[in-house]
Structure formats: structure tokens, C-alpha cells
């Protein structure tokens, strides 16, 4: 099992930054890719950003390509999300994800969830 634990959402007015960090526990040697998704009030949840935890090869959602960062500290176990020119619409829960497996944008792959964090962008 792992677990994963979501921090840094906030309210920040639109053009501001915030950073999302996900501190891993468990057996997350198992873990080969991880990645941030979010869920929009009456929307369903989307593909935001992943990496590769060994190799770190990353992944973006068109919509937030060049403004949104993903990195990782192996030694801490901990995934990040830089966000920078942040819009109204990126207004969301996001969620942190780990995949035992190779996929990186399908959500029904991702083996284990965080439990979210909560990101408000105000115009």
C-alpha cells in the first residue's frame, strides 16, 4: 500500500503562484509513475501533469502546459506542482496519484489516491 498526502491549495487571486506538494509513505518503491489530477465543481476529473519517478520524464495536460511544473524528490518521497499564472479555471480539487503501472493520463490505471486539496482562483 501507499499512502499519499496532499498539501499548499489555497485561495490566490488569478495570475498568482501556488505549489502543491504530496508526501508519499509506504511501498512506494512499487510506484512508477505519479501524477496530479483535479475535478472542477460539476465537472469530472481530468488529467493535469505526471512524471516518471525514476527516469522523470514529465507530462502535461494542454491546459496548463507551460505554466504548471511538475517535479519530484525521490530521497523525500514527495511530488510537487508548481503553479504559475493561475486562471479562474483552474479552480479545482487536486489530487495527487501513484501507478504501479506505465499508464500516465488514464485516471482508472492510478492505484492509489490522496484525498485532495483544495485550490480556489478568484478573478
Known amino acids: 500500500q501507499v499512502q499519499l498526502v496532499e498539501s499548499g491549495g489555497g485561495l490566490v487571486q488569478a495570475g498568482g503562484s501556488l505549489r502543491l506538494s504530496c508526501a508519499a509513505s509506504?511501498?512506494?518503491?512499487?510506484?512508477?509513475?505519479m501524477g496530479w489530477f483535479r475535478q472542477a465543481p460539476g465537472k469530472e476529473r481530468e488529467f493535469v501533469a505526471a512524471?516518471?519517478?525514476?527516469?522523470?520524464?514529465?507530462y502535461y495536460a494542454d491546459s496548463v502546459q507551460g505554466r504548471f511544473t511538475i517535479s519530484r524528490d525521490n530521497a523525500k518521497n514527495t511530488l510537487y506542482l508548481q503553479m504559475n499564472s493561475l486562471k479562474p479555471e483552474d479552480t479545482a480539487v487536486y489530487y495527487c496519484?501513484?501507478?504501479?503501472?506505465?499508464?500516465?493520463?488514464?485516471?482508472?490505471?492510478?492505484?492509489?489516491w490522496g484525498q485532495g486539496t483544495q485550490v480556489t482562483v478568484s478573478s
Open positions: 496519484a501513484a501507478d504501479k503501472g506505465f499508464s500516465v493520463r488514464n485516471q482508472r490505471e492510478y492505484d492509489y
Open positions: 509506504g511501498r512506494t518503491a512499487s510506484m512508477y509513475v
Open positions: 512524471v516518471i519517478w525514476s527516469g522523470g520524464s514529465t
